[in-house]
């Protein structure tokens, strides 16, 4: 988010037409939940779509890329390396640590799809689990940004949006947004 | 969880094959995020299968149902109804009240799939907006229970489970569990 290091989203593994939501969620939650980036495999086009169209809707900055070379992205990363997984250390025992070093430079957070390869155990600084349980890439990465920046992304402001949700107790509104002044 | 209100999760709308992915993962982070019980459509057979699988290996308890009245169960509810949707409320902002309305009688939580009819944004005691940003109704729905438990779910211990999982810094170690003496 603005005014601090980076957070970018890689996800490894893509199975098209199988994982296309999953990868399009992953990416949308990265979005929405305040992630710079996020970083798809070189198949994964139409969920990259998806996900720009809905930047482009409800504005950015978020940028979302292709990538064929996401183990190099991980092995040369200039920052902070964090896997997701069941097999990791707590979340509530690193969070700490991790938003400390975020606080120092770019983060780079790896989520899983198919079987992840030992080398990206490796190559992370943590190894890190939102509980010890088998549950859902997406739900996992959700709770870790939120922890990570504190609950801050909640109340981020979007640029460059066409239309806005006015939150409201019953029913819907959304709002065209019109042009700065 | 042990010795609080319970926190059902139902899911509304499934279409089988398309969303079965989805389905489960709501489940599974319904169950690794502390609540009792998911209510699922009754043609998801395939997401209860693979989420009791889930739990007769990883513990429990956790339920596990299918219901083809889930308007009649969201009308009919002894307790609160939070229905996480994207026009809502923000949840930082109802998050303390849902809370103390928790600590005193069962929270059901409704999760959409497809488009949800008006009556249940009716039927909410709240609309909740985990972010006003289209992105996962499984990163909605964990970031909500990790809020609403206070990261209390984490520590969640489990029982009748045939194995677990140990948090190691790097690499995988699963363990059985024996029974108990």
């Given at each position: 988010m603005h005014d601090e290091p980076s957070v970018t989203v890689v996800r490894l593994g893509h199975r098209p037409g199988r994982d296309e939501r999953m990868t399009t969620h992953v990416g949308l939650t990265a979005r929405a939940l305040g992630a710079d980036r996020v970083v798809l495999p070189d198949n994964a086009g139409q969920s990259q779509e998806t996900i720009r169209d809905i930047t482009d809707r409800f504005g950015g900055p978020f940028e979302v890329?292709?990538?064929?070379?996401?183990?190099?992205l991980i092995r040369n990363w200039e920052g902070t390396v964090v896997h997701l997984t069941m097999y990791g250390e707590r979340v509530q025992d690193v969070e700490t640590e991790i938003r400390d070093a975020h606080a120092d430079e770019p983060l780079l957070v790896v989520v899983?799809?198919?079987?992840v390869s030992f080398d990206v155990y490796e190559a992370a600084d943590w190894n890190v689990g939102v509980t010890n349980q088998p549950h859902s890439e997406v739900a996992g990465l959700a709770v870790f940004l939120d922890r990570l920046f504190d609950g801050r992304e909640l109340d981020r402001e979007w640029e460059?949006?066409?239309q806005r949700v006015i939150p409201k107790e019953t029913g819907k509104q959304v709002e065209p947004v019109g042009e700065k002044e």
């Open positions: 890329e292709l990538s064929g070379s996401q183990k190099a899983g799809a198919e079987k460059d949006a066409q």
